[in-house]
């Protein structure tokens, strides 16, 4: 939970990407995922990302939508042996094209489809949150670990290169030692019969979805786990948000005394942001977490942070199919995403008991 051990994730992967020029060697291998839930992240941005990736192609998709079906078999030729539905899924354990399983639903039904996934002999890419609770979590990379087979989080911006040189500029010490963090995400939520806004189904609300991001990105700059969270949450729409959080602020404490900052809502837009403080400049980002249009500075003009747009999905997913192909390990891993849960358990656990907590160690 201290700083050694997160960099050492980071490191594994830097490890991934260094893996791509011995995949090209051993003749540039495209392994097959498989998409299970096919909404509007698989349409725009997962296929899409896989239709152009190196080292990763789509090979076969799980739906439980007939139609949804059949328009993904003729826009990307998939056979019929390579669609499957949510009964039948377990099938997929006999078709050798399928290397990887990324599970895109929605966050109450993770822990299954990981389950079923390990089952089926697969490897496993799961999009974040990676479960709704931590016990969740500690089944699913259970299941993974016996079956052998590795378990990715899809936390894109860890291998998005402006918030890899933030990592960079707080590890070196740039500035100086880190001192204080703040950041934010959060939009104005729209369709109020969405899943989303279920707590069955979403386990929570701003936070689950986005607020993951701004508390991700204090995390992997700190580059340690926080140990102590102060959190409040406030409803101006409480018919609405009557299951799930609208907005929450919250505090948390790291080991080195760093503290941050961090707030997510689904009421109003204009937060997508971290800075980072530190004894001789700050730095950050704004926009942080879009999928693409990111920017960041520094307080000082020689050091900038400017990179080519790239394509989150495609580049995290090719790091995946890179650590398999090189038999490597994979950050994020499910351990990252158990983290994420701990500290978001401990919010939720601030905004009832009224004070602040202890975070759970794993």
């Known amino acids: 939970m201290q700083r050694r051990p997160f960099l050492a994730t980071l490191g594994a992967t830097a490890a991934a990407f260094a893996s791509g020029a011995r995949a090209q ?7 097959g995922w498989a998409l299970v839930g096919l909404g509007s992240l698989s349409t725009h941005q997962i296929a899409p990302a896989l239709a152009k990736a190196k080292h990763s192609r789509l090979s076969a998709i799980v739906t439980g939508t007939p139609a949804k079906a059949e328009q993904w078999k003729a826009k990307y030729a998939i056979p ?7 009964e039948t899924f377990d099938k997929i354990a006999e078709n050798p094209d ?19 996934g390990a089952k089926a002999g697969k490897h496993v890419f799961c999009e974040k949150p990676m479960a709704n609770t931590a016990d969740e979590c500690r089944r699913m990379i259970a299941a993974m670990k016996q079956a052998g087979k590795m378990l990715g989080v899809g936390y894109r911006c860890q291998f998005e290169p402006h918030h890899r040189e933030c990592m960079r500029l707080a590890r070196e010490k740039t500035f100086g030692a880190l001192k204080f963090i703040e950041a934010g995400f959060g939009f104005q939520i ?19 979805d986005v607020g993951i991001y701004a508390l991700q990105a204090c995390r992997y700059i700190a580059g340690e786990e926080p140990v102590e969270i102060a959190a409040q949450e406030t409803k101006t729409d409480p018919v609405k948000f009557a299951e799930v959080d609208e907005t929450i602020s919250w505090s948390m404490k790291f080991p080195s ?7 997510t809502t689904y009421g109003f837009n204009g937060a997508n942001y971290f800075t980072a403080t530190c004894e001789k400049g700050r730095f950050g980002m704004d926009p942080a977490y879009s999928y693409d249009g990111l920017k960041g500075w520094t307080s000082r003009p020689e050091v900038k942070i400017e990179f080519p747009a790239t394509d989150h999905f495609e580049v995290e997913m090719d790091a995946f199919s890179e650590a398999i192909l090189a038999n490597k390990p994979f950050a994020p891993s ?4 158990l983290k994420d849960l701990l500290a978001i358990e401990a919010i939720y656990k601030s905004i009832r008991e009224g004070k602040a907590v202890k975070v759970e160690g794993i």
């Open 257 to 263: 005394g760093v503290i941050a900052s961090v707030m």
């Open 80 to 86: 019929d042996s390579h669609i499957y539905n949510y």
């Open 25 to 31: 060697e051993e003749g540039g291998k495209k392994l």
């Open 190 to 208: 729209g369709d109020p019969t969405q899943w989303r806004l279920r707590k069955n189904l979403a386990g929570g609300g701003a936070l689950m």
């Open 334 to 337: 499910g351990e990252q995403g």
């Open 98 to 116: 399928v290397d990887v399983i990324y599970i895109v639903l929605p966050n109450s039904m993770h822990e299954e489809f990981v389950v079923r």
